[in-house]
């Protein structure tokens, strides 16, 4: 049976019982500003040597020029990177990730993906996750270790030339590093749709409830 009870409390399940707390609140949204601003500071370093045939919109990027992005890109990063330790270091400690996101068994992604698409996937109790979710965040909490890593290789690749050898050397941190924002950039779009198609779910993010 599953208890929707506030963070292991050990208290009885309450009438509006937290579903996300305080901490997983305050990481989320600062994620989300730290997001917004390596992309779009991303984008501009990007424009500045394309990797393929097309470049971001200047409206979308951040930084008006390669050197303003880059300060951009290296300020944020240190709040995506704390602010991502706190966050995975407090999902391990407080048991939420095992709870919450394991076990993935293919078998009830694959169901709950079709029932999603034959809008018959419930979102009735909201403290638990259906299975296409628990893939989709754990998937992008793997994309975004991917995306630091390779972002620390094209940094530092002399000092960490063992991390840019594991991308394929730098030109290949370089893909690894679009891929992976690419990555969660598709997990960011379908994400904020279902944020605001279960508005529920938005609510229980911001207020805890
Ligand atoms: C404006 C943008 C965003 C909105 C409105 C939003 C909204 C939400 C909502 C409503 C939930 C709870 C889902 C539920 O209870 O079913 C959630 C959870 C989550 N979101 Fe977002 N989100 C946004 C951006 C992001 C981004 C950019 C990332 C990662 C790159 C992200 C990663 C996550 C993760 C990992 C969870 C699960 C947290 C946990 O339970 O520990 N979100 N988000």
Not at 33 to 55: D, E, K, R, T
Not at 176 to 181: G, K, L, P, R, S
Request: hydrophobic residues 55%.
């Amino acid at each position: 049976m599953t208890i929707a009870t506030a963070e292991m409390s050990g208290a009885p399940p309450a009438a509006n019982p937290v579903i996300h707390p305080h901490w997983v609140r305050i990481t989320h949204w600062i994620n989300v500003i730290a997001i917004l601003v390596m992309v779009g500071s991303g984008w501009q370093i990007y424009n500045a040597s394309p990797l393929f045939p097309f470049m971001f919109p200047p409206a979308v990027t951040l930084g008006g020029w390669l050197a303003g992005a880059l300060r951009w890109h290296f300020a944020a990063m240190w709040l995506l990177v704390v602010n991502g330790v706190i966050y995975v270091t407090l999902g391990f400690a407080t048991g939420r990730f095992r709870r919450k996101l394991w076990p993935i068994r293919p078998g009830d992604v694959i169901a709950d993906a079709g029932a999603a698409l034959q809008l018959k996937l419930s979102y009735a109790d909201l403290s638990v996750y259906n299975a296409v979710q628990k893939a989709a965040y754990a998937g992008v909490l793997l994309a975004g270790a991917v995306v630091v890593l390779s972002g620390l290789a094209l940094w530092k690749p002399v000092q960490l030339q063992w991390l840019a050898a594991l991308c394929g050397g730098y030109d290949g941190a370089r893909y690894v590093h679009f891929f992976a924002m690419a990555a969660i950039g598709g997990f960011a779009a379908i994400h904020v749709a279902m944020a605001f198609i279960v508005p529920k779910s938005l609510r229980a993010m911001i207020t805890g409830r």
